[in-house]
């Protein structure tokens, strides 16, 4: 084996190994480093989908020095040390030095405002990506916000996750420090402060009323800061947990109160505390799609326009961020970025893209875990959807048919319906053809 040309920094965490797992599905070697060689090890051994794969184990101490060292030569490098505001920068420092592409999963909102006011340009003159929260969030909030702006006259956005799944110790440090530390909205163009309070809202699918948060004020109000027509964008959080939700907001208003005019330091030292206070001990199970079910939600506004879009939680929290850090990690591998710089992950991959790449991974791909198949794997099934959906592309370039692409689990039939070659919508000419089809293709069927 060569030398891998992608690293994993913090592989032996938990969104590492997920992310380690996607890599060697697709077939990509990497490196994984981290300051304890011994549990990288251990750890990647526990990843069963990791045998046969091609990767190597590599210690490097976390300083710029090493990290340089350890990613000259490399194309891309996925940060996963978190909280970014307390441990990023060396990374971040040692990517540019190397002329590496940069990923990394954060949530903090303040560590996004720094890439941007101080890396992007740096990083955009080398040709170089800049991919700050390469996750679900912020990027499901993305896809439906982008949809949402197909409707001319949208100048809003209202978004929310609702989420259910239990956060990992790093995660667990990032929120409580970004839950404590300031959370911007955007508001007619200008970064309004959220108030040290919970907001209640009702996401679809529930009749409880949940409390949410700004989680830190969210990736989208950063980068739609710049955009010609959206001028106000807010971003909240759900975890259906409102004896938790309560407890977050009881300890923003206690760092509020006691440690707003402390040093960074000590600002650092005390959320890091309380977050270990309830981090997850040991080693988490993987997410169960039936239980870590997401849920975004997207309305927008303009002085006549009003649309809403949802997106199903289609690759549940951490196998989301393996996902899409994998697949975008390809993309830039094969240099079939889009765009380079600060930006969102998906401007690199391509919004219709990466959302077929979170269905191979998500309610599909479930599915065919769950129901035994005589004929259909994932691969099989992801592969055959991508053929059909080329030989349309190509034998039926100017029809303006709708065509079902037919996936039969044995027990479940499955009919996609696809969108015309030349639209990036459906309209109701399109869903009355479809269904007309779908409609005899169901006929004669006694199951």
Same mark, same amino acid.
């Not at 109000?221 to 259906?240: I, N």
């Not at 809403?308 to 549940?316: F, I, K, T």
């Given at each position: 084996?060569?030398?891998?040309?992608?690293?994993?920094?913090?592989?032996?965490?938990?969104?590492?190994?997920?992310?380690?797992?996607?890599?060697?599905?697709?077939?990509?070697?990497?490196?994984?480093?981290?300051?304890?060689?011994?549990? #990288?090890?251990?750890?990647?051994?526990?990843?069963?989908?990791?045998?046969?794969?091609?990767?190597?184990?590599?210690?490097? @101490?976390?300083?710029?020095?090493?990290?340089?060292?350890?990613?000259?030569?490399?194309?891309?490098?996925?940060?996963?040390?978190?909280?970014? /505001?307390?441990?990023?920068?060396?990374? $971040?420092?040692?990517?540019?030095?190397?002329?590496?592409?940069?990923?990394?999963?954060?949530?903090?909102?303040?560590? /996004?405002?720094?890439?941007?006011?101080?890396?992007?340009?740096?990083?955009?003159?080398?040709?170089?990506?800049?991919?700050?929260?390469?996750?679900?969030?912020?990027?499901?909030?993305? &896809?439906?916000?982008?949809?949402?702006?197909?409707?001319?006259?949208?100048? =809003?956005?209202? &978004?929310?996750?609702?989420?259910?799944?239990?956060?990992?110790?790093? =995660?667990? $440090?990032?929120?409580?420090?970004?839950?404590?530390?300031?959370?911007?909205?955007?508001?007619?163009?200008?970064?309004?402060?959220?108030?040290?309070?919970?907001?209640?809202?009702?996401?679809?699918?529930?009749?409880?009323?949940?409390?949410?948060?700004?989680?830190?004020?969210?990736?989208?109000?950063?980068?739609?800061?710049?955009?010609?027509?959206?001028?106000?964008?807010?971003? $909240?959080?759900? *975890?259906?947990?409102?004896?938790?939700?309560?407890?977050?907001?009881?300890?923003?208003?206690? *760092?509020?109160?006691?440690?707003?005019?402390?040093?960074?330091? @000590?600002?650092?030292?005390?959320?890091?505390?309380?977050?270990?206070?309830?981090?997850?001990?040991?080693?988490?199970?993987?997410?169960?799609?039936?239980?870590?079910?997401?849920?975004?939600?997207?309305?927008?506004?303009?002085?006549?326009?009003?649309?809403?879009?949802?997106?199903?939680?289609?690759?549940?929290?951490?196998?989301?961020?393996?996902? &899409?850090?994998? *697949?975008?990690?390809?993309?830039?591998? %094969?240099?079939?970025?889009?765009?380079?710089?600060?930006?969102?992950?998906?401007?690199?991959?391509?919004?219709?893209?990466?959302?077929?790449?979170?269905?191979?991974?998500?309610?599909?791909?479930?599915?065919?875990?769950?129901?035994?198949?005589?004929?259909?794997?994932?691969? =099989?099934?992801? =592969?055959?959807?991508?053929?059909?959906?080329?030989?349309?592309?190509?034998?039926?370039?100017?029809?303006?048919?709708?065509?079902?692409?037919?996936?039969?689990?044995?027990?479940?039939?499955? !009919?996609? !319906?696809? %969108?015309?070659?030349?639209?990036?919508?459906?309209?109701?000419?399109? #869903?009355?053809?479809?269904?007309?089809?779908?409609?005899? /293709?169901?006929?004669?069927?006694?199951?």
């Amino acid at each position: 084996m060569g030398t891998p040309k992608v690293v994993i920094y913090g592989a032996s965490g938990y969104t590492g190994k997920h992310l380690a797992w996607k890599l060697a599905a697709k077939g990509i070697p990497f490196i994984a480093a981290g300051r304890n060689k011994q549990r #990288l090890e251990e750890q990647l051994k526990s990843v069963p989908e990791l045998k046969g794969a091609e990767y190597q184990v590599v210690a490097v @101490e976390h300083d710029e020095a090493a990290l340089t060292k350890l990613l000259e030569g490399k194309t891309v490098v996925h940060n996963l040390v978190g909280p970014y /505001m307390q441990l990023g920068k060396p990374v $971040l420092h040692a990517a540019l030095a190397a002329g590496c592409h940069y990923l990394d999963c954060t949530g903090e909102q303040d560590w /996004m405002y720094l890439l941007k006011a101080e890396y992007a340009k740096k990083f955009a003159d080398r040709g170089l990506a800049l991919l700050a929260a390469s996750g679900p969030m912020w990027n499901l909030g993305m &896809i439906a916000a982008e949809t949402v702006l197909e409707t001319p006259g949208i100048d =809003s956005l209202d &978004i929310v996750y609702t989420l259910a799944g239990v956060p990992s110790v790093s =995660s667990t $440090l990032s929120f409580m420090r970004m839950c404590c530390q300031p959370q911007n909205h955007l508001v007619n163009r200008q970064r309004v402060l959220w108030p040290v309070e919970g907001v209640l809202v009702a996401p679809p699918g529930l009749h409880e009323v949940q409390i949410a948060l700004p989680w830190s004020g969210g990736g989208e109000a950063v980068w739609y800061e710049d955009h010609a027509r959206v001028h106000t964008c807010s971003t $909240l959080v759900t *975890f259906r947990n409102n004896a938790f939700m309560n407890m977050v907001i009881a300890r923003a208003k206690e *760092f509020a109160a006691n440690y707003r005019d402390k040093s960074r330091e @000590e600002q650092e030292a005390v959320t890091n505390k309380w977050a270990m206070e309830i981090a997850p001990q040991g080693d988490l199970p993987r997410e169960d799609w039936n239980l870590h079910r997401a849920w975004v939600t997207c309305h927008g506004r303009g002085t006549t326009q009003v649309r809403s879009v949802g997106v199903p939680g289609v690759a549940v929290g951490y196998v989301g961020s393996g996902a &899409i850090g994998a *697949f975008v990690i390809d993309t830039l591998l %094969r240099g079939q970025q889009k765009a380079v710089g600060f930006v969102p992950a998906m401007h690199v991959v391509g919004r219709q893209q990466l959302v077929e790449e979170l269905n191979a991974h998500g309610v599909l791909g479930e599915l065919l875990k769950l129901i035994p198949t005589s004929q259909w794997s994932l691969s =099989s099934a992801t =592969s055959y959807a991508r053929m059909f959906r080329g030989a349309v592309n190509v034998h039926a370039r100017d029809d303006r048919e709708p065509y079902v692409l037919k996936f039969d689990l044995d027990r479940l039939l499955i !009919l996609a !319906l696809l %969108r015309p070659a030349d639209r990036d919508h459906f309209t109701l000419e399109d #869903l009355y053809r479809g269904f007309r089809t779908v409609s005899k /293709m169901l006929e004669g069927r006694a199951d």
